[in-house]
Structure formats: structure tokens, C-alpha cells
């Protein structure tokens, strides 16, 4: 994944230095893969357990109207208080997310659905919502102090940027370092083994849902921070988008096999791709098509490889045998 990371880079600056290598472009980039990328880690963890999230973008974009919609509805009447309260309605936008994905957990680990059907129902309900609530409308309006913070820096590095490397810190600790991350993998790599030893399925997979709907929650502040405006729309090509990058950075679809560490390059390399599209340009439509050709470009590989370890190394001695006969 490094060296994907680095030949895309020298190739899009190649193709058109100037605008490539450009601050504000560089700085585009780091300051799009935060919300992509704690997507993407939450695509990671879903299908760690065998899983996939498919309402992760919804419970991102539902997040930001929420915080939005209290930010203006408190600053209405009193806009020191709504500046204020910026800590308050950072928690309730990821309490939100925490509900998305206890409802998701409901439906996989208690009753039972297969995870692709239920977070795509899950997906549909939460996109209602918020087109009801908006109306359809773009909302407008987000706390001082999460502006700010979307637009500060740490040594030059935007600060969103540095929230998504503790982000992808945290998960990897969990994910290599507690009792949790150890079930969740065994989980994902043999779901009836893990049963017969001894661990509590359903726990581990409401767990799981529980942090991707948090990380979804993380995403639409991040976003919110980004773009002081939300709507039902946020996103809209990112469901795809966080699947590419979970498979390109090595995650087994099937369960059982992930790094977060190639998470962070593959969402480096996609955003790479998207600004360097735009640097040649080339439309969104076309770097639409060039995810999906990732994506089964990926698979196809993984197959390819699966299937050359499954194939029999021939019996011991046959060779010989054929040749004395």
C-alpha cells in the first residue's frame, strides 16, 4: 500500500505538477481523507466480523444535521449560549451515531439479519429521516468553536487531519490490543469456532455496531467542521468509496483480516486519485468508474490468490512413480 500511495502520487505529478503539487491542493487532501477515512475505518470493522455497514455515510450525514439543526435553533435566541453549548452538541451528534448503530446491532446480532440486508434497510430509514427533516434543504449553520477547529492547524498540518491519526490510533489499539479486537477477529474468521469457544457472538457484534455507528457519529463532525452546512445528500458517493478502501487495504470481505494501518494508506491513495482526476481533468463520473474498477480489480485478485494456496500440492513420490512406469 506505501508504494501504491507513492506511484500514484508521482504519476498525478507528472501528469500536472503545477496543480498538483499546489498548497491548496495538498492541503485538500488532508483535509478530505479525515472524514473518508474514519469511514473507512468503520467499513473496516464491520467486515473484520464478516459483516459490512452500508448506513455509515447516513448516520454521518444525520449527525451533522442534528448538530446543525440545534446550533441554529439555540443561537435563534441567544448566539453566545449556542457557542457555548458547542461541547453539548458535539456529544448529542454522537449520540446519534451510537443510536444508528445500536439499531444496526439490534438487527444483525438479536435478531438476526444478514448484515448487508439490515444496514441497507437501516441506510433507506435513516436517509428518510433526514430528508423529512430537512426538507430537502441544505442547512446552514455549525458552532464557532467547530469551525474553528476545522480550520486551525498543529505545525502546519490541519488539525481534522491530526484527529484522524488518534482515531486510527484508538482503533488500532483496539483492534490489536484488547480482548474485544481478538473476538471480533475470531468472529470474522470462523464464526462457529468462535461460538463453541466460549465467546458471546451477539455481544461481540452489537459491540462492533455500537463504534462503527460512534465512528459514523466522528464523521459527521468531522464533516461539520470541514463544511458548516449539512444535508441529506452528504456523501453521497462515499458508500462505495469506503468499501474500495477497505478491500484495497487488504480487508478480507469474509471476515477475519484487517489493518488499520492499510486502511490509512488506501484511503491516502484513493484521495490521491480523486485530486489527481480533478488535477487532469478528468470528471467525477470517470473516477466513479475508476472506484468500481478498483474494487473488482481487487477481488479478482483475491480470488486468484485464494485459490492457488487451496490448490493440492501433488502427492509425495508421484513424480517418481510415473517415472519408473
Known sequence: MLLLVIAAFALFTALNPAVFLSPINLQNIALASPE?????????????????????????????ITMS????????????????????????????????????????????????????????????????????????????????????????????????????????LLVNRTPLGLKVTLQGANPTAARFSGIN????????????????????????????????????????????????????PNGGFATVLGVVLATFTLQIVQSGFTAVRLSAFEYAMAQGLILVAVMVLDQVKWRRRRRPAPPVGAAGATTTA
Not at 93 to 116: D, K, M
Open 201 to 252: 457472538s451477539s455481544r461481540v457484534l452489537m459491540s462492533t455496531y455500537l463504534t462503527t455507528g460512534l465512528l459514523g457519529g466522528v464523521a459527521g463532525v468531522l464533516f461539520l467542521a470541514r463544511n458548516p452546512t449539512a444535508s441529506a445528500d452528504y456523501g453521497a458517493s462515499y458508500v462505495l468509496l469506503v468499501v474500495v478502501i477497505a478491500v484495497l487495504a487488504g480487508t478480507n
Open 36 to 64: 473518508v477515512g474514519v469511514l473507512a475505518l468503520a467499513m473496516m470493522l464491520a467486515m473484520l466480523t464478516g459483516g459490512i455497514d452500508l448506513s455509515l455515510v447516513s448516520i454521518a450525514s444525520l449527525t451533522a
Open 69 to 172: 439543526t440545534l446550533h441554529t435553533a439555540i443561537a435563534a435566541s441567544d448566539p453566545a449560549r449556542a457557542d457555548q453549548l458547542f461541547p453539548v452538541i458535539t456529544v448529542v451528534g454522537l449520540l446519534v451515531g451510537v443510536v444508528g448503530g445500536f439499531l444496526n446491532g439490534v438487527l444483525v446480532a438479536w435478531i438476526g439479519i444478514t448484515p448487508i440486508l439490515a444496514t441497507l434497510g437501516t441506510m433507506q430509514i435513516y436517509n428518510g429521516i433526514a430528508v423529512a427533516w430537512t426538507g430537502g434543504k441544505t442547512l446552514y449553520g455549525a458552532p464557532a468553536g467547530l469551525t474553528a477547529l476545522g480550520q486551525s492547524t498543529v505545525g502546519g498540518v490541519p488539525t481534522l487531519f491530526v484527529v484522524f491519526v488518534v482515531v486510527a490510533l484508538a482503533i488500532g
